[in-house]
């Protein structure tokens, strides 16, 4: 399957099919529209993510140096495999 491209500035949703496969059909993400930031490649061009505007919790995965070092790790990433662009 070949890797969703996506542009700084498109308005992204999770697909139905990954909400469906979640259980999250009727939960907020269900519902969330994130504006893409950036779009990041993985290893050998396989998958990518989109980097959007929605602000991660702060639940320890990164230290303040690792933030300070790459701020934007303070942004939620979502892989593109699981996005569409809105209509």
């Not at 399957?1 to 700084?8: E, I, R, S």
């Not at 907020?28 to 490649?41: K, L, N, P």
Request: proline share 2%; charged share 30%; aromatic share 10%.
């Amino acid at each position: 399957m070949a890797v969703k491209v996506f542009n700084v500035g498109d308005k992204v949703r999770l697909t139905g099919q990954f909400l469906r496969d979640t259980g999250q059909i009727a939960g907020e993400d269900g519902q969330s529209v994130w504006t893409v930031q950036a779009y990041i490649v993985g290893k050998g061009d396989r998958y990518a993510f989109v980097l959007t505007n929605e602000f991660r919790p702060d639940d320890g995965m990164y230290t303040a140096e690792e933030i300070a070092a790459d701020p934007t790790l303070r942004y939620r990433r979502i892989n593109a495999a699981n996005l569409e662009r809105c209509r």
